[in-house]
């Protein structure tokens, strides 16, 4: 099992916020990587998490393989740019620096915190349970996930995600797993923000769950997703590719389960 030490941390935060993290925030690369979008160009979250990826590896080792670089040690991409939509206050500093109050009754936490610093344990715990054939885990930058428990090790899978049970109403904002009600541990279908009546009209045959932005991919589900994002799987074009529009969830996401 990898040791959080190992782990490599990959920010995507506003361009100001990204050329400035590592002095400011003290993100020492290679173990932190910021960068942003390239400006002009909309690649979405799908195009966005390529580009960040390959970002990382052509600045923290350029003399390794891209796969090479994959297997080295597990990833930790943070999507702390976009729109902050959820987070206006905190659109250019970026949403990861979301200052954070201490919680009552709890230890090892610090006035100056922000949501990062209370989210990498959190994803740091998760790839713990990770199955070892996991290279990248994606996690929204404006979301702090409090899991009371998981299971002892996460299942082997090509894509693993967590999902919440939620009502309809609170599921219609988000992606959306269903799961068939005669066999829950097989996923179906995902739906990227469903209406509440369709899903409370496919709740008599499945249970849902709604999607909390927390992805572990393997290195074949990182391989379609380059591809969605239009690469033609020569790996020597990887040291210059460039990454079209792709989306991570209305894409990539409505393409999972059986």
């Keep these: 099992m990898p040791s959080p030490d190992q782990n490599q941390y990959l920010l995507s935060l506003p361009p100001a916020a990204a050329a400035a993290a590592a002095r400011l925030e003290n993100l020492p690369p290679p173990r932190w990587h910021a960068d942003c979008d390239p ?3 909309r690649l979405g979250s799908g195009g966005g998490t390529v580009h960040l990826l390959l970002s ?13 670089w994959l297997r080295e040690s597990r990833k930790i991409m943070i999507h702390g740019g ?11 500093v970026g949403k990861p620096f ?19 610093d209370l989210q990498l344990s959190v994803l740091d715990r998760v790839c713990e349970q990770a199955p070892a054939n996991s290279r990248l885990l994606v ?7 409090r899991l009371a428990a998981l299971p002892p090790r996460l299942p082997q899978a090509d894509i693993v995600a967590l999902g919440l049970w939620v009502s309809p109403e609170q599921a219609r904002n988000f992606g959306v797993f269903f799961c068939p009600r005669q066999n829950p541990m097989e996923l179906a279908f995902f739906r990227q923000k469903p209406t509440a009546e369709e899903i409370r009209d496919l709740s008599s045959q499945y249970l849902f769950m709604v999607d909390t932005g927390l992805w572990l991919l393997g290195e074949s589900a990182i391989e379609s997703l380059l591809r969605g994002c239009g690469w033609s799987g020569a790996p020597a074009e990887l040291e210059t590719f ?9 894409d990539f996401g409505l393409g999972l389960g059986t």
């Design 98 to 116: 979301t200052p954070m109050p201490v919680w009552r009754w709890t230890t090892g936490q610090r006035l100056d915190q922000n949501l990062l």
């Design 39 to 41: 400006r002009g160009r």
């Design 82 to 92: 976009g729109q902050s939509r959820r987070q206006p206050a905190y659109a250019t």
């Design 139 to 145: 996690a929204s930058g404006d979301v702090l996930l």
């Design 56 to 68: 990382a590896w052509r600045a923290t080792a350029p003399r390794q393989s891209f796969r090479q």
């Design 242 to 250: 460039e990454p079209g529009y792709y989306e991570m969830y209305q």
